[in-house]
């Protein structure tokens, strides 16, 4: 889609807000641009660091850009303005390697070259404790969906599963041979039984790719599961990055490839191969089928997965998907859909006759979502059993879309998934039912927003709130 050529030192991280693509470098800036066109902010390059900047990442909120660097500091950028709204120092002033945002939670975490996390509370931006976690460089960091949990890689090889008081609950020693160079989990829970589990890549220098499940059942530890090892790179890899929903995994390599993996199936894609040099960074949209790459050779490139005009990506789909729809996650929201997509959709749902009727009636995204019994027989389409399966399609098609467009507030917390028997605990928020009851019986007696300790396991049915979101839902 869209190839950019402003740094003049190697890429080391790409990140995407819902609007905003950010991109650092070697030669210690930071350059944001929009999503809209892929054009570059009037504030944009950030300057401020001392050295190299190796880590990039949005806020939840999309206000702020937070960037790491060799100089062992932390700058907080406002997206407004593109001034520095802050700079948080390491403590022993080590070098940092890599930050994240937690992204439901106010903690932000950095990892040093001497071997120690430092933790903030971002939204006061107070250091609530720094620890050494390794004998090695910390290179790689996340959180869970919760934001109380995180992982941390070092240049040994070792993964280490902590809480937020930066206590260990798990470690897999030796999970990449010659040291870990990335790690990235999914923004979702799974609840399987009494079991509240998340998916995490994690890629290294040994050349491979692994896919993990972090878990915790009922009255025991917590677990590390290696659920794929994906051996197809040629070379190190160095960057790796799950999709929302844990289904895809997209990593950058030494053999200057991008590989898009089915996580489910373990089975390759794509293969993308347009850099010159080290495909240091990838990054996946949230809310778009897009990924971003930066290399060695100065460039970041801007990939649509999917239906498209270019071979790649149709011809790689049809032969290593073998006729499979991609996951939901790289499917546009409906309002997004253009002409063109809208087309292809009812050739999908096989409703292929009606392609010529849309199109002479300029029925896009945005029109197929208020399609109703009236409008669609003004379409002038006379078989009434078409006209049914049409509007059960489309019906099927909102509710399918639904978790992706609702407002924040009906999303539960712990899964991001709509809810649909909202409770409120003591800590004062919302949560699925099924989901806060299994996170209470996994011994987890602290609210997953604020990590205080929960007064009482007493639940409270949201009426209100499920009232809301039964209205919204019909309104679709």
Avoid at 9 to 27: G, K, N, R, V, Y
Avoid at 105 to 134: E, I, M
Avoid at 184 to 206: I, N
């Amino acid at each position: 889609m869209q190839v950019m050529r402003t740094h003049t030192d190697e890429l080391s991280c790409c990140a995407f807000s819902p609007a905003l693509l950010a991109t650092c470098s070697a030669d210690k800036t930071l350059r944001v641009y929009s999503t809209a066109e892929f054009t570059e902010l009037p504030f944009s390059p950030l300057s401020g660091h001392g050295y190299g900047v190796h880590c990039c990442c949005f806020s939840s909120c999309g206000r702020f850009l937070l960037s790491c660097s060799t100089d062992g500091s932390i700058i907080v950028w406002r997206l407004d303005t593109g001034e520095a709204a802050e700079v948080l120092q390491h403590p022993g002033r080590s070098p940092l390697r890599v930050c994240a945002l937690a992204p439901v939670s106010s903690l932000l975490l950095a990892g040093a070259c001497d071997g120690t996390v430092a933790l903030w509370d971002f939204s006061c931006k107070t250091l609530r404790r720094c620890s050494t976690v390794s004998d090695a460089s910390v290179v790689a960091c996340c959180f869970s969906p919760c934001g109380q949990l995180f992982v941390t890689g070092c240049s040994r090889g070792d993964l280490k599963l902590w809480d937020a008081n930066i206590s260990l609950l798990h470690a897999e020693r030796d999970a990449h041979d010659m040291g870990v160079t990335c790690c990235s989990a999914a923004a979702r829970f799974r609840v399987v039984g009494c079991c509240l589990e998340f998916r995490m890549a994690s890629c290294g220098q040994d050349s491979q790719l692994k896919i993990w499940i972090v878990s915790q059942r009922e009255g025991a530890a917590f677990a590390m599961k290696l659920l794929h090892t994906l051996t197809t790179h040629l070379a190190p890899v160095l960057s790796c990055a799950l999709s929302s929903d844990g289904d895809l995994v997209v990593s950058g390599s030494v053999d200057k490839s991008i590989l898009i993996h089915d996580v489910n199936q373990g089975t390759l894609l794509h293969t993308l191969k347009q850099h010159n040099r080290y495909v240091t960074a990838v990054a996946l949209s949230p809310n778009k089928p897009w990924i971003a790459t930066g290399s060695m050779d100065r460039t970041v490139k801007v990939w649509r997965i999917g239906e498209g005009d270019g071979t790649t990506a149709a011809e790689s789909s049809q032969t290593a998907c073998q006729g499979r729809k991609l996951p939901g996650h790289f499917r546009l929201l409906v309002a997004d859909w253009s002409e063109e997509d809208v087309q292809t959709w009812l050739h999908e749902e096989g409703l292929g006759e009606l392609v010529g009727v849309f199109k002479a009636n300029n029925i896009d995204g945005p029109e197929l979502g208020h399609l109703s019994k009236e409008t669609v027989a003004e379409l002038g389409i006379e078989s009434v059993g078409l006209r049914g399966r049409l509007l059960r399609k489309i019906q099927a098609l909102k509710a399918e879309h639904s978790d992706s467009e609702a407002p924040d507030e009906f999303l539960c917390p712990i899964t991001r998934e709509l809810m649909k028997d909202p409770v409120i605990a003591a800590d004062g928020y919302s949560y699925e039912r099924e989901s806060i009851e299994s996170w209470i019986r996994g011994k987890n007696r602290t609210s997953p927003m604020t990590n205080l300790l929960l007064q009482t396991t007493l639940l409270t049915p949201n009426r209100s709130l499920k009232m809301a979101i039964a209205r919204w839902q019909s309104s679709l």
